[in-house]
């Protein structure tokens, strides 16, 4: 199994059961070390006693730069790429820029939201790409939401679709006793980042 991962997988088509099958495929090749990743996020980002504030402040200086991590981690799996617990924390390499596109798109896509909601549906998925690319290390922030912008250009509806049928797969995670709520929640992330993949090749740089 070890060196069917390392193997870089060609990338699906750029639709939306394309990556959801991709994604089901490359679960199943990297499930335990997902698992292992996402326990230790588990760890690090369950609410404590923390006053509410401080709380907050933590979920913004350490839990951003961990989901951008959890982010680099599913791209990797997506990719057929050796997944390491250190990809968890490659956030707190690139601390500030990560910081910065995490409030950058909040900002948007929350005033998006207060614009009738809509226009927020439509800001989170333009900008769905920013992660990939901050944690790529192939833009910094501002140049990050900018290509993210033109790159989903053309696939903003796909976006949406793999976030809308989202629902009823963690409905059915739900409904098989709970315990299918951890795979589909993998399943699903590797749908967003197989959807990266397969951009991302098809316009390259």
Known sequence: MA?????????PQAKVFACYGHAWRRLWKTFLMLLLVNFILFLLTTPNFMPFCLGYIYGIMVGWPLSYGTMLVNLKAARGEQIQV???FAGFKNYGNVLLASLLTTIIITTGFIMLIVPGIIFACKLAFVPYLVMEGKADAGDAI??????TRGYTLKIFLIGLLSIPIIIGGIICLCVGVIPTFFWISLASASMYYAVSAAKPG
Request: aromatic residues 6%; hydrophobic residues 50%.
């Open 86 to 88: 250190e990809d968890l």
């Open 146 to 151: 900018a290509q993210s912008w033109i790159m």
């Open 3 to 11: 060196d069917e991962i390392n193997l870089l997988v060609p990338p």
